[in-house]
């Protein structure tokens, strides 16, 4: 059975860090997406790394997150520098079998995490 378990998330000031991890069972997944969800808004793309460990990222993360993936590809981690309040979400890690569609859409992937809470206070 497929599961996606995410870790990592808590209370922190802004300007601190925060590493999350999601740790995959059952099976290899060709990609893994991050994405997030601050309440009455979308769930809004993060990040996303590809199996050859290509990374994209939304603009208003770039330069301060970093997705990584371990060599067993099932565990992916996101970790997060220079954390703003806005950056205050429950972020949810994805998972696909393939790399088809874009890697920034929500419909792209098959699996999701149960999601952790990030809060950043001013």
């Not at 808004?41 to 603009?59: M, P």
Request: overall charge positive; some cysteine; glycine content about 12%.
């Amino acid at each position: 059975q497929v599961q996606l378990v995410e870790s990592g998330g808590g209370l922190v000031q802004a300007g601190g860090s925060l590493r999350l991890s999601c740790a995959a069972s059952g099976r290899t997944f060709s990609r893994y997406g991050w994405f997030r969800q601050a309440p009455g808004k979308e769930r809004d793309f993060v990040g996303s790394i590809s199996w050859f460990d290509t990374t994209y990222y939304a603009d208003s993360v770039k330069g301060r997150f970093a997705i990584s993936r371990d060599n067993g590809k099932k565990t992916v981690y996101l970790q997060m520098n220079s954390l703003k309040p806005e950056d205050t979400a429950v972020y949810y890690c994805a998972a696909s079998a393939s790399s088809v569609g874009s890697s920034s859409s929500v419909g792209s992937y098959d699996y999701w995490g149960q999601g952790t809470q990030v809060t950043v206070s001013s």
